[in-house]
Antibody, heavy 118, light 108 residues
Framework: QVQLVESGGGVVQPGGSLRLSCVAS????????MHWVRQAPGKGLQWVAF????????YYTDSVKGRFTISRDDSKNTLYLQMNSLRPEDTALYYC???????????WGQGALVTVSS | IVLTQSPGTLSLSPGEKATLSCRAS???????LAWFQQKAGQAPRLLIY???IRATGIPDRFSGSGSGTDFTLTISRLEAEDFAVYYC??????????FGQGTKLEIK
């Protein structure tokens, strides 16, 4: 079965950096587009970033463009999210999710909590 | 595109029928509308994609319909495990993916 396990969350000061990882198993990772989706405490879902299966293209929501970078290491079945210049409004549970047909998300991890606070 | 879900909270009893609405600010291709269920402390789970296709393992009491700007998730006979928050999601317009604000389905 598909399993996605995030790690790397924590508490960071505003302006700081953090890198999230998501290790995938039970799927052919090289064929999977992958996303990051976040959920602020008590709030709804917000898509953050998408990387195609071959890594050729990356897409971001406007509020993180220029600050966050999505990448992948297919040799390690691992997805990354490098987050720089973090702001308090980036505080959220960050989920990695497998792409389904470029239109939605069919498998999700359990999330990594990022708290941006001084 | 902004997705607006209604009602915000729906209070029903097990065995009843639930009808959840998702309205888009602009027309959405029916191929690009999905529904998710999220229980407290859990990740979202894909229920419906392309407006009406049930995802793997989803019971047939869940059904989706709609087109253009109006989409509906229907749960024909509520079971105890169905009480959760439901989100609709669209693909295709800036932002590339967006979600509704959610409908909380609670036990009456």
């Amino acid at each position: 079965q598909v399993q996605l396990v995030e790690s790397g969350g924590g508490v960071v000061q505003p302006g700081g950096s953090l890198r999230l990882s998501c290790v995938a198993s039970g799927l052919t990772f090289t064929r999977a587009g992958m996303h990051w989706v976040r959920q602020a405490p008590g709030k709804g879902l917000q898509w953050v970033a998408f990387i195609r299966s071959d890594g050729s293209d990356q897409y971001y929501t406007d509020s993180v463009k220029g600050r966050f970078t999505i990448s992948r290491d297919d040799s390690k079945n691992t997805l990354y999210l490098q987050m720089n210049s973090l702001r308090p409004e980036d505080t959220a549970l960050y989920y990695c999710a497998k792409d389904k047909g470029t239109i939605t998300f069919d498998y999700w991890g359990q999330g990594a909590l990022v708290t941006v606070s001084s | 595109i902004v997705l607006t879900q209604s009602p915000g909270t729906l209070s029903l009893s097990p065995g009843e029928k639930a009808t959840l609405s998702c309205r888009a600010s602009q027309s959405v291709s029916s191929s690009y509308l999905a529904w998710f269920q999220q229980k407290a402390g859990q990740a979202p789970r894909l229920l419906i994609y392309e407006s009406s296709i049930r995802a793997t393992g989803i019971p047939d009491r869940f059904s989706g319909s709609g087109s253009g700007t109006d989409f509906t998730l229907t749960i024909s006979r509520l079971e105890a495990e169905d009480f959760a928050v439901y989100y609709c999601q669209q693909y295709g317009s800036s932002p590339l993916y967006s979600f509704g604000q959610g409908t909380k389905l609670e036990i009456k």
